[in-house]
Antibody
Framework: EVQLLESGGGLVQPGGSLRLSCAAP????????MTWVRQAPGKGLEWVST???????YYADSVKGRFTISRDNSKNTLYLQMYSLRAEDTAVYYC??????????????WGQGTLVTVSS | QTVVTQEPSFSVSPGGTVTLTCALS?????????PSWYQQTPGQAPRTLIY???TRSSGVPDRFSGSILGNKAALTITGAQADDESYYYC??????????FGGGTKLTVL
């Protein structure tokens, strides 16, 4: 059974940093692209970043240069390192698994999300 | 800046059929955009219904179907049920690893 277990959310001051993790037991993690999607309070879904099965990375313009996506295939874990956080980064961050290894493969499974609040 | 547009709201009667659409601010949606559709109820994580235009995700009933209608991606729900009342989001692949979500459609079943 596919499970996606996010952690690492919390309250952080503007300009601060935070690292989100997504543990992914239950499937051959290394062979799938993985994605982070966020949802600000009361708003819609926003694509944040994708990492392919081969490790290529892609970012939304809103986070490029501030966020870094990575994966540790030996630990079946996806990460999102966030720097220079802004109030507008406040959102629930969802980890999501793609149906295949490439950047154009859609999402099939979602985690339950972890809340990041950027506030002083 | 490419914008993906969905109907803000829609209503359907129980047992009825509804088609939600997903359009581009400029240009036509085709299968090359790998449209996907997600269902979300407030406070819950999204659930994947459709990916790659018309492939149903595991466990999704066949009353949910995806297609290209004219110049838009479409999600059709046949035999609407009360628990279909949710938000529905589409997402399109823009190339170069970039995805863009639509603003979502609030579906009411009444």
């Amino acid at each position: 059974e596919v499970q996606l277990l996010e952690s690492g959310g919390g309250l952080v001051q503007p300009g601060g940093s935070l690292r989100l993790s997504c543990a992914a037991p239950g499937f051959t993690f290394s062979t799938y692209a993985m994605t982070w999607v966020r949802q600000a309070p009361g708003k819609g879904l926003e694509w944040v970043s994708t990492i392919s099965g081969s490790g290529s990375t892609y970012y939304a313009d809103s986070v490029k240069g501030r966020f870094t996506i990575s994966r540790d295939n030996s630990k079946n874990t996806l990460y999102l390192q966030m720097y220079s956080l802004r109030a507008e980064d406040t959102a629930v961050y969802y980890c999501a698994k793609s149906v295949g290894p490439t950047k154009s493969d859609g999402i099939d499974y979602w985690g339950q999300g972890t809340l990041v609040t950027v506030s002083s | 800046q490419t914008v993906v547009t969905q109907e803000p709201s829609f209503s359907v009667s129980p047992g009825g059929t509804v088609t939600l659409t997903c359009a581009l601010s400029s240009g036509s949606v085709s299968t090359s955009y790998y449209p996907s559709w997600y269902q979300q109820t407030p406070g819950q994580a999204p659930r994947t219904l459709i990916y790659s235009t018309n492939t149903r995700s595991s466990g999704v009933p066949d009353r949910f179907s995806g297609s290209i209608l004219g110049n838009k991606a479409a999600l059709t729900i046949t035999g609407a049920q009360a628990d279909d009342e949710s938000y529905y989001y589409c997402v399109l692949y823009m190339g170069s690893g970039i995805w863009v979500f639509g603003g979502g459609t609030k579906l009411t079943v009444l």
